[in-house]
């Protein structure tokens, strides 16, 4: 059978680290009011695939190096209207996906109460990165909408091809996944083999905590808000913010030269570090491992992985002083954006290449690359950029409204909490995906619990002088 390409390294990896309790897929959930047509949403998703080849592919596995096959799947929907009948274990919508066999996007669509609907995508992270997958997210409401989804647009930048096999080479953002690479870029651009070699040593000498086993869940809380009947329950739990928090909370941080994002990352450390205390295993270093989009602005483009990894490393000592913790990773995540430092990730990963089964041996290693990893993509009204008609923040397409976008990012081995943040509609909404095998089922609720209250403190903790009566009750009050 004809193929498109070899897999990049990165995408190699994210192939390589899936395994039954670890699918390496990552969500992305709306929230949907109205009479949501199935039979309609099936085709919109069939119709918005077919501009993304790569979510139409399977890989053809190989000892030395996998590779795409040309397009011949597409992606399915499973539905659940209210009142349907649970489905078994092994056929549950939220099994593994064998991307070998079958598309690497799931759809499922759950009727919680009349009319009333949520639609999750998963897809395995090794055909897209979550920025794509938000796109095709939209791309998919425009076509149930009837109309032309957002044409790609794929602005010029210099693209250094990261794999050790010409096969191998990544695509530049955007461009069809049959496009020949880049020619290599000289040696000197680019960090040598004793550089990256150096700071993965350094990297490797700091092994981060992992989140210890937490207590028994308490009767009140479960974690997914769904009654019996009302279709399966989600795999990951979600808490949001008022519009006026959401508000106060980026002014605050702003005032202080630093993002929401950063007071986030602040706040899941510290919520890690508590959690760990709690649980009688107190933490020495926490990492974070925090996906980086290499996207030029602007780009949209069919779904591929164009992103890297950065990673922040702080101490429990370190996580006491909130207002600190937040400056010094506000200075941290500007250093990492204009040096792009998420792609000495994947440099790290080509020399990897040389010798794939090299990166399947990295998946197995038996310790934690990270405490957690936390993915923060912003507003994603912009990224959906659904082609469909608006009230406010929320699209309405088709007769529907979308009320909430929610993500979160896959965990593996050892790395036992992933957390998304999203904002839609002006509220942020932080999702939780844990091991609740290793955590006990009572973690992903009592995190995301612990992760709020977190937020709202380093907001709060934040110096509050020249800003305004309503942003400083707004944070305080809750």
């Given amino acids: 059978m004809s193929t498109l390409r070899s897999l990049t390294p990165f995408e190699q990896l994210l192939l390589r680290d899936q395994r039954p309790a670890f699918p ?25 695939a077919g501009r993304h080849p790569l979510l139409c592919s399977r890989v053809r596995d190989a000892w ?3 590779s795409w096959q040309a397009p011949d ?4 929907l499973e539905a659940f209207p209210l009142g349907s009948p649970p489905p078994g274990v092994r056929h549950g919508p939220w099994r593994s996906i064998d991307i ?30 979550g920025l794509s997958g938000l796109e095709f997210f939209g791309d998919v409401w425009s076509e149930y909408h009837g109309s032309e989804p957002a044409p790609f647009r794929t602005p010029a930048r210099d693209v250094r091809r990261r794999s050790g096999s010409p096969a191998a080479g990544a695509s530049p953002s955007g461009a069809h996944p049959s496009t020949p690479p880049p020619e290599q870029a000289p040696t000197d651009t680019g960090p040598t083999a004793s550089d990256l070699g150096g700071e993965t040593a350094r990297f490797a000498g700091n092994l981060p905590a992992m989140l210890a086993r937490g207590p028994v869940l308490p009767p009140s809380l479960s974690r997914s808000s769904a009654s019996p009947g009302a279709g399966p329950s989600l795999p990951f739990v979600a808490v949001s913010f008022t ?20 007071v986030a990352v602040a706040a899941v450390m510290r919520a890690v570090a508590a959690w760990n205390e709690d649980a009688g295993h107190p933490a020495r270093q926490i990492r974070i491992t925090m996906p980086a989009s290499l996207k030029s602005p602007g780009t949209r ?21 909130p207002v600190d913790l937040i400056r010094s990773l506000a200075i941290a995540s500007r250093w990492i954006q204009e040096h792009r430092a998420a792609g000495t990730f994947l440099d790290t990963l080509a020399v990897i290449d040389r010798f794939p089964p090299a990166l399947w041996l990295l998946t197995r290693l038996p310790v934690p690359l990270s405490t957690a990893v936390v993915s923060f993509v912003g507003n994603v009204g912009p990224r959906l950029r659904a082609n469909v008609p608006r009230d406010g923040g929320c699209d309405l397409p088709g007769g529907l409204r979308i009320s909430a976008v929610k993500g979160v990012p896959p965990i593996r081995p050892g790395t036992r909490l992933g957390v998304g943040l999203v904002i839609y509609d002006g509220r942020l909404h932080v999702t939780t995906l844990g091991d609740t095998v290793a955590l006990g089922e009572a973690a992903p609720p009592l995190l995301a619990a612990a992760i709020r209250a977190a937020i709202l403190d380093c ?18 009050s809750s």
């Fill in 243 to 262: 519009a006026e928090e959401t508000t106060s909370i980026k002014q605050l941080a702003a005032a202080s030269g630093a993002s929401l994002n950063d």
């Fill in 24 to 48: 390496m897929c990552f969500f992305l959930l709306c929230a949907v009011e109205g009479p949501l047509d199935v039979h309609r949403l099936r085709g919109a998703l069939e119709r918005a």
């Fill in 459 to 476: 907001a709060a903790s934040l110096p509050m002088a020249h800003l305004s009566t309503a942003t400083i009750t707004a944070v305080t």
């Fill in 301 to 321: 483009a069919p779904a591929c992985n164009d992103m890297g990894y950065a990673f922040l490393d702080r101490t429990a000592e370190q996580c006491r002083a």
């Fill in 100 to 129: 070998r066999r079958t598309s690497g996007v799931r759809m499922v669509a759950i009727e919680r109460e009349r009319d009333v609907w949520e639609v999750v995508l998963m897809i395995q992270h090794a055909a897209c990165d």
């Fill in 73 to 76: 799947v597409l992606p399915i």
């Fill in 64 to 66: 030395w190096r996998p």
